[in-house]
């Protein structure tokens, strides 16, 4: 129900450059792996099952620091999601302020939920950094570079990275060559939306909750229509519109759904 409220520019480019740094150190010609920066490090870490209470956890006793991994919440060690929480992990780790106040016991171990659902700045951080981590940005870029844009590189983004969808749809709004939007809604509800400065459309079509009817999403809750390929959308549809010339401008919208879930990547050509 929120606009990702997101970080400074200062925190963006900090945290930018110190993941770039370490993926490039360790990795610099293959997918980034989060646990073996871990054993680098000498952090431990342990995957167990601790039902709903956490996504992750970075915690400190005698100046040793330790990640625990919940594979009830991410399904298994490898996932997408638990490399994403492993990188947002190592983020509390490699991020001068967090890991200081851990290591003095100035703050307790954080309690991670990672994915963007936190508001909390030290969360949005650790989410940050684990995105930059995992796609460095000149490696990201590089792989963008004169394509057209389709849903097809978002997909192979996410392969090449070993990322979820959303986090490379994300990634892709601040870094990528092709101006997106990216709304997440759960039971017709947005959950947030992101978008590339450069995005043409700025407000959606009922503000910040309500999914739009006459979407692909919109479409997928209130009658249960369901496509697995791109489908064509007007300005309209999605935006709220000033001028005339503009309701139908024509967009692309690529709708991934999920039980109650839907993750939609709206273009135009
Ligand atoms: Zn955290």
Redesign the pocket.
């Known amino acids: 129900m929120h606009k990702i409220d997101f970080l400074s520019d200062y925190d963006t480019v900090a945290l930018n450059e110190l993941a770039s740094d370490i993926s490039d150190f360790y990795f610099p010609n293959s997918q980034i792996d989060p646990i073996l920066i871990a054993q680098k490090k000498s952090i431990t870490y342990s995957f167990g099952n601790y039902s709903d209470a956490f996504?992750?956890?970075?915690e400190c006793e005698n100046k040793k620091f330790h990640i625990y991994i919940n594979i009830d919440r991410l399904e298994h060690a490898y996932s997408e999601r638990a490399r994403f929480t492993f990188g947002?992990?190592l983020?509390?780790y490699f991020i001068d302020d967090?890991r200081n106040s851990l290591a003095k016991g100035l703050s307790p171990s954080?309690?991670?939920?990672?994915g963007f659902q936190?508001r909390?700045r030290?969360?949005r951080q650790?989410?940050f950094f684990s995105s930059c981590l995992l796609m460095p940005e000149s490696r990201f870029r590089k792989y963008c570079y004169k394509k057209k844009f389709e849903f097809r590189i978002i997909q192979e983004l996410a392969k090449k990275f070993g990322t979820s969808i959303s986090a490379a749809s994300l990634r892709f709004c601040s870094i990528g060559s092709h101006p997106i939007m990216v709304v997440y809604a759960h039971d017709n509800i947005i959950k947030w939306y992101w978008s590339s400065n450069d995005f043409p459309f700025k407000y959606l079509k009922y503000g910040k909750d309500k999914l739009p009817e006459d979407t692909v999403a919109g479409e997928y809750f209130s009658v249960g229509k369901k496509f697995n390929t791109t489908q064509q959308v007007f300005a309209m549809d999605w935006f709220n519109i000033w001028k005339d010339s503009q309701v139908e401008k024509p967009f692309y919208e690529h709708c991934l759904m999920n039980g109650k879930h839907t993750l939609s990547i709206i273009w135009e050509d």
Do not use: I, K, V, W
């Not at 996504?55 to 970075?58: I, N, Q, S, T």
């Not at 954080?110 to 990672?114: A, G, I, K, Q």
């Open positions: 996504d992750g956890l970075l947002h992990e983020g509390h967090h954080h309690c991670s939920f990672t936190s909390n030290a969360e650790a989410d």
